[in-house]
C-alpha cells in the first residue's frame, strides 16, 4: 500500500504540491485541509521530513502509471494493509485530530 507522495517544486506552496501530487497521482481535484502528521525519518545518509494534510476530494481515485489501482479505505480496513510503520502509526492515532510528530532514527 502507498500513499501519494512528492516533493515540493520550486516556487511551489505546500498546497499547491498536495493539490498536484494528488491530481498526478490519483487523478482527483482536492481541496486542501490542516496539517495532519509530521514524519521526520534520519538515516545514515539521509533526513526526509514528510508532511500529511486533511484533504477532500469528489469522485473515484484513477491509478497512475505507477500504480495498479487506487482506491478509497476505511480506517479499519487501511490500518490492516501493508504500510510503513509510520503510515501505520499516523492512522491508529488519527482519532486524536490534533497535528501528530512522528520521528524515527536509524543509526
Known amino acids: 500500500m502507498g ?4 516533493k515540493v517544486e520550486y516556487g511551489e506552496t505546500l498546497e499547491e504540491a498536495v493539490i ?3 491530481k498526478e497521482e490519483t487523478g482527483l481535484e482536492v481541496k486542501v485541509g490542516e496539517l495532519l502528521c509530521v514524519v521526520e525519518t534520519l538515516r545514515e ?3 526526509y521530513v514528510i508532511l500529511d494534510f486533511y484533504a477532500e476530494a469528489d469522485g473515484d ?8 489501482e487506487a482506491k478509497f479505505f476505511g480506517l479499519e480496513e487501511a ?4 504500510s510503513t510503520d ?7 492515532r488519527l482519532g ?3 497535528p501528530i510528530f512522528i520521528t524515527r532514527i536509524s543509526k
Request: aromatic share 4%.
Open 20 to 22: 498536484r501530487e494528488l
Open 45 to 47: 545518509g539521509y533526513h
Open 61 to 68: 481515485p484513477t491509478p497512475s502509471s505507477d500504480a495498479m
Open 96 to 98: 486524536e485530530r490534533k
Open 3 to 6: 500513499d501519494p507522495r512528492g
Open 86 to 92: 509510520t503510515t501505520r502509526e499516523l492512522l491508529q
Open 79 to 82: 490500518v490492516k494493509l501493508d
